[in-house]
C-alpha cells in the first residue's frame, strides 16, 4: 500500500478507517478483493432540483420495463428474427443446459422456474461435488420408490365407451377432415399419418388395445374430441343418438368421460395426445359458452406439458407443437374473458419450431399458418401487459409500441398468407383469412379503452368535443379511433360476406365473438356521431354505421337458434342500443338508434339472410397503419390527462 494518502478517500477505506491510496480501485481494496465496492462520494452542488415523486416512480418503472422489454426481445422486428429462434425470449442459453440450471451470472438474470425445487437443489451439489471430484460419470440421480396405486383406469369400461359411441370409420374420418378444415392450422393439429398410425392401426384394430394402453387410452380421447368438432362444424351431420339439438354433444360428453377414467392415473397417462385433448374440449366448450370450464381445461393442458418439461426441451415436432399451441389458447382465454395468463414467456425455453418433414404443399402451409398465430399471440401478450396493466408509460406510448408490433407483423406476412381488399374473396383457405380477422381484432382491443374514456366525457357533458379536449389531444384521440372503427368495419365485413357466402363457422364461438367485438365499435362510434356536439370524425357518416350494425345484428339472430353464443352477444347487443335510444337515458341525440326488434322475428324471416350493405374499398385502402403510427409517433411519449386521470379504470374488459 503506498504510503501517500489521498484527499479523497473510497467509501470503503472511509468505513472502515483505512488509508486510502485513491486509486480505482484502490490498494487496499484490491488487497481484500473488494473491487468492485470500491466507489467514491461524488460531491453534489448545492443547488437542489425540484423532483416530484410521481416522476421518480415513473423512471424507476420504465426503466422495469425497458429492461423486461430486453430480456424478452419483444419488440425485434420479425424479419430479423429466425424462423427457429424463440420470439419470446433470448436465444443465447447453452443447447446443453436445458434443465434449468444455468448460472445467472451469464446473461439469463431473470428466474429460472423449477431452481426452488429442494430436490433440483440436491443434485447440483451432488453435480458440483462429482466435478470437483472427477466422478462426473459416476454421479447418478437417486432412484426415488414410490407405492403403485391400487386405483387404476377400467379397460374394459374404456372398450365399452368407446364401442357404445364410436361412428363407422368413414363419417368419423369425414368429421375429423371437417375440423381440420375449420381449424386445423390455427387451434388444432393433426399429425400427417394421423389416419395410419392412429386410426387405422390403433382406433379400428381391436388386437392393438391391450398392446400399449397409455398410448391407445389417450388416442381415442383425443379421437372423441376431433369428432366432437368436426360434428360442429360439418354441415352435413347427421343427427345425433342422444336427440340433441347442438352438434358433437354426445362425442365431448364421451371425451369428458374418458378424461375422468383417466384422472385416475395422470401421471402415468400424460402425452401429447391427451394434452390435445383438453385443449379441444376447451374450443368445443367455448361453443357452449362457458368461458370458466374452457379456462381451467386449457389450466389443466398448461400444467400438464409444463410437468412434461416441454417448455425446456422438446424432442419431437409434434411436442413443440403442442407447447405452443397450449401458448396460443391461453391467449385466446385471456385476451376475451380478462383471465390472467398463465403462461410467463420468461419460463419458456423452447424455440418454435418449422415442420422438419413436409410430406405436402398444405402441411407446409398450415405450420406456416400456425407460426404467424404464434406471433399473434405474442403481440397480445403485448397488449394485455400495456394496454391492460398498469404501468409507468403513457396510454398513447403503449397504443403506438403495440400498433408498431402489428404494422412488423403485417409487412413480414409471406405473400401467400396476405389478403387483398381490393378483390376479397372467401374462396381462400379459412386459416389465412382467420390470421386477417385476429389482426383486426388485436388493433381493436388495442385502441377501444379510447372509446369508453370519450364516451364518458361526452356523456356527461354538454360542450363540444374541441372544448373538453385539447387539440392535440383530440387529433390524438381522433385518430386512435378511426383505426378502431375503421378496423371493425373491415372486420365486420369479412365477417358476414363469409356468412353471405356460407364460409362462416355458424356453431363456432370465434367467429360470432368477432362479429360482437367489431359491434360494440360500431355502435359506440354511431353514438358519438349521434351528438349534437359531435366533432370527431371516424371516416364514414352514421348512416353507414347504423346499416353495418343492423347487418350483424341480423346476422347474429340468423345464428343464434343454434349457437348459444351468439344468441347472448345478440342479447347483450340489442340491449345496450335499446338503453342507449332509451327516454329514460337523456342523452341528446340528432339520429336516434334505430329499434332492434329483438326477437320479434319469426324463424322463417330470420332463415332469409339480410342483403349486405358491402363496405367502402377506399376506406379499406386507406386503412393503414403506417398513417396511424405516423398520426400518433410525436406524440406517443407525452402524458396526456387522461393518463392523470387512472386511464385504466376505462380500460376494463
Request: aromatic share 12%; hydrophobic share 35%; proline share 4%.
Amino acid at each position: 500500500m503506498s504510503d501517500k494518502k489521498s484527499k479523497k478517500a473510497c467509501e470503503v477505506c472511509k468505513r472502515r478507517k483505512k488509508r486510502c491510496s485513491g486509486g480505482r480501485p484502490c490498494d487496499y481494496c484490491i488487497k481484500i478483493d473488494k473491487q468492485l465496492a470500491c466507489t467514491y462520494r461524488v460531491k453534489v452542488s448545492s443547488k437542489t432540483v425540484k423532483v416530484t415523486e410521481k416522476y421518480l416512480v415513473n423512471l424507476k418503472s420504465k426503466i422495469k420495463d425497458l429492461e423486461l422489454q430486453l430480456a424478452t426481445r419483444s419488440n425485434c422486428h420479425p424479419n430479423d428474427v429466425s424462423t427457429n429462434d424463440n420470439p419470446l425470449v433470448s436465444s443465447e442459453d447453452d443447447e446443453e443446459d436445458r434443465d434449468g440450471m444455468d448460472d445467472p451470472s451469464e446473461g439469463n438474470n431473470y428466474y429460472r422456474l423449477g431452481n426452488s425445487a429442494c430436490g433440483k437443489f440436491l443434485l447440483r451439489i451432488k453435480d458440483s461435488l462429482g466435478k470437483s471430484c472427477q466422478l462426473r460419470g459416476d454421479v447418478r440421480p437417486s432412484v426415488i420408490e414410490t407405492i403403485s396405486l391400487e386405483t387404476s383406469p377400467n379397460m374394459a369400461l374404456i372398450e365399452q365407451i368407446v364401442r357404445e359411441n364410436c361412428p363407422s370409420p368413414s363419417e368419423a374420418k369425414n368429421w375429423i377432415l371437417a375440423a381440420s378444415n375449420v381449424i386445423g392450422a390455427d387451434y388444432m393439429y393433426i399429425e400427417p399419418d394421423y389416419e395410419k398410425s392412429v386410426l387405422d392401426e390403433l382406433i379400428w384394430t381391436s388386437d392393438s388395445h391391450n398392446a400399449d394402453f397409455v398410448k391407445y387410452a389417450t388416442e381415442v380421447t383425443r379421437f372423441f374430441t376431433y369428432l366432437a368438432l368436426g360434428c360442429l362444424f360439418n354441415k352435413d351431420r347427421s343427427p345425433e343418438k342422444t336427440g340433441s339439438k347442438f352438434p358433437g354433444l354426445q362425442y365431448f360428453e364421451t371425451a369428458l368421460r374418458l378424461q375422468s377414467e383417466l384422472l385416475k392415473v395422470y401421471d402415468m397417462m400424460a402425452n401429447t395426445s391427451l394434452v390435445q385433448s383438453f385443449l379441444y374440449v376447451a374450443y368445443y366448450a367455448l361453443s357452449l359458452d362457458k368461458p370458466e370450464f374452457a379456462y381451467l381445461t386449457i389450466g389443466s393442458a398448461i400444467r400438464m406439458v409444463f410437468t412434461l418439461n416441454y417448455h425446456k426441451k422438446t424432442t419431437t415436432f409434434t411436442e413443440n407443437r403442442v407447447f405452443w399451441l397450449c401458448f396460443v389458447y391461453d391467449r385466446l382465454v385471456s385476451v376475451r374473458f380478462g383471465f390472467p395468463l398463465m403462461i410467463n414467456e420468461l419460463d419458456i425455453d423452447v424455440s418454435l419450431l418449422n415442420e422438419p418433414t413436409i410430406s405436402s404443399q398444405e402441411t407446409l402451409i398450415d405450420s406456416c399458418h400456425f407460426n404467424w398465430q404464434v406471433k399473434l399471440a405474442n403481440i397480445i401478450t403485448q397488449t394485455l401487459r400495456k394496454i391492460y396493466t398498469r404501468n409507468s408509460f403513457s396510454f398513447i406510448h403503449n397504443c403506438y409500441t403495440v400498433l408498431k408490433e402489428l404494422k412488423y407483423w403485417l409487412d413480414g406476412l409471406p405473400d401467400d398468407l396476405k389478403i387483398d381488399m381490393d378483390n376479397f374473396s372467401t374462396t381462400q383457405p379459412r386459416s389465412t383469412i382467420n390470421l386477417h380477422i385476429n389482426y383486426n381484432y388485436t388493433i381493436i382491443i388495442t385502441t377501444r379503452p379510447v372509446f369508453l374514456y370519450v364516451f364518458n366525457k361526452v356523456a356527461d357533458s354538454e360542450q363540444k368535443a374541441e372544448e373538453l379536449f385539447p387539440k392535440k389531444l383530440l387529433n390524438t384521440i381522433t385518430t386512435l379511433l378511426e383505426s378502431s372503427v375503421q378496423a371493425a368495419q373491415i372486420q365486420s365485413f369479412i365477417l358476414t360476406k363469409l356468412y353471405f357466402e356460407g364460409r362462416m363457422v355458424s356453431t363456432s364461438f370465434l367467429d360470432c365473438h368477432y362479429i360482437f367485438n367489431a359491434t360494440i365499435i360500431l355502435i359506440f362510434a354511431a353514438f358519438c356521431q349521434s351528438r349534437p356536439n359531435h366533432a370527431i370524425f371516424f371516416g364514414c357518416d352514421i348512416n353507414t354505421l347504423f346499416e353495418r350494425v343492423q347487418v350483424n345484428l341480423r346476422v347474429l339472430q340468423s345464428i343464434s337458434q343454434y349457437n348459444i353464443a351468439a344468441c347472448n352477444f345478440n342479447k347483450q347487443l340489442t340491449e345496450i342500443i335499446e338503453l342507449i335510444g332509451s327516454t329514460n337515458v337523456h342523452i341528446p341525440q340528432e339520429h336516434p338508434f334505430p329499434n332492434p326488434s329483438v326477437g320479434k322475428e319469426s324463424d322463417a324471416q330470420l332463415a332469409v339472410p339480410p342483403l349486405d350493405p358491402g363496405i367502402d374499398l377506399d376506406l379499406a385502402r386507406k386503412f393503414d397503419l403506417s398513417r396511424i403510427l405516423h398520426d400518433i409517433g410525436d406524440n406517443s411519449s407525452e402524458l396526456f390527462p387522461f393518463d392523470n386521470e387512472d386511464f385504466l379504470k376505462y380500460s376494463f374488459f
